[in-house]
Nanobody, 115 residues
Framework: QVQLVESGGGLVQPGGSLRLSCAAS????????MGWYRQAPGKERELVAA???????NYGDSVKGRFTILRDVARNAVYLRMNRLNTEDTAVYYC?????????WGQGTQVTVSS
């Protein structure tokens, strides 16, 4: 059982930056796959950035070069550093973890990019 709690969303102007945090808690040994997804109104949930089982990273095409995913293995936490935000980044951002073959999701945190 894995519980995920996100924080760090909010309102930011275009060109600004935000940092999201996600902490995992519960009864587990270690989580290999953690990452971030987002869902904008009327759109499908999409990958933003994630650590893969082999320790690499995947990024969505629209965020490459602007977003960076970081992790703290000891704290079972992942972070998303978002730079040069634009209005198309407005969405609910969800933390994701894969453990024991199951997908776990946080409650989501709203990121709004607007002037």
């Amino acid at each position: 059982q894995v519980q995920l709690v996100e924080s760090g969303g909010g309102l930011v102007q275009p060109g600004g930056s935000l940092r999201l945090s996600c902490a995992a808690s519960g009864r587990f040994f270690s989580i290999d796959v953690m990452g971030w997804y987002r869902q904008a109104p009327g759109k499908e949930r999409e990958l933003v950035a994630a650590f893969t089982r082999g320790g690499g990273t995947n990024y969505g095409d629209s965020v490459k070069g602007r977003f960076t995913i970081l992790r703290d293995v000891a704290r079972n936490a992942v972070y998303l550093r978002m730079n040069r935000l634009n209005t198309e980044d407005t969405a609910v951002y969800y933390c994701n973890a894969v453990y024991g073959g199951l997908n776990y999701w946080g409650q989501g945190t709203q990121v709004t990019v607007s002037s």
